[in-house]
């Protein structure tokens, strides 16, 4: 049985009872969260319910131009007021380069390719976080009366830790 044949029993399970059912799309208390797809993240760690958020998540917690899509969306049409980035230590994408990831999947698969453009490896979480602030902050359509506030989440301690602008 594979894990997806195994998700799908669960689900048969759960929609016995349906108890997220009278959920409504619009996050109940109207935030957005982008952060890394890390499996050390969760609404758990933030004190959230399922329904309380909209949770964008990519390799890194980037603001790229589909993440930006995506909480554009979340405030002009779900009524987000407030968007919190969340990067972590010991990120996947810290212990690489844009040139060695490239390498080493190129080497795997014998194939170059053009996409994705970047991959958006960093060195420094907090300046990481402080460029995607900075990437959001800048953009038109991300209203000033809409709080963006970034943090770096500490795997080991559970902690989160606000970083302020440069
Ligand atoms: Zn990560």
Redesign the pocket.
Known sequence: MSVIDEVLAANEIYSRTHELRKLTPRPERRLAVLT???TRLSIRTLGLRTGDAHVIRN???IVTEDALRSLVVSHYLLGTEEIMVI??T????MHTTEQDLRTRIQNRTGKAAAAPASFYTFQNVEENVRRQLQKLRAHPWIPESVAVRGFVYDVTSGRLREIKDA
């Open positions: 890394c797809m890390d390799a890194g917690g990067n972590h010991d990120c996947g994408l």
